[in-house]
C-alpha cells in the first residue's frame, strides 16, 4: 500500500540515511531522561503521541519479547 523504497534498501537491507536520521530524532525527543533507551513510560508516552493510542502493560511486554526473539542484540536486562 505505501511504498518503502523512500526509507528501506531492500538490497542490502538497510535503512536509507535520511529515514535513519528521522527515526534517530525521534527517539532523542522520546527519551526524556537521556539515558539512551526508551522505558515503559516513554514507550507509551510515545504511542500516544504519535498513534493518540495507549499502549498497555500488556502490550509492551508482548513487543519486548518479539525483540527477544527476533533482535539478537537486544537487552532484555536493560529494557
Not at 532523542?28 to 504519535?50: H, N, P, S, Y
Amino acid at each position: 500500500m505505501f511504498p518503502i523504497a523512500p526509507l528501506h534498501n531492500s538490497i542490502d537491507k538497510t535503512l536509507k540515511p535520511a529515514f535513519e536520521r528521522a527515526l534517530t530524532r525521534i527517539f532523542r525527543i522520546c527519551d526524556k531522561d537521556r539515558d539512551g533507551t526508551l522505558d515503559d513510560d516513554e514507550l507509551a508516552d510515545f504511542q500516544r503521541q504519535v498513534f493518540k493510542a495507549n499502549l498497555t502493560k500488556n502490550h509492551i511486554t508482548a513487543f519486548k519479547e518479539v525483540l527477544v526473539l527476533e533482535c539478537p542484540d537486544f537487552d532484555e536486562q536493560q529494557a
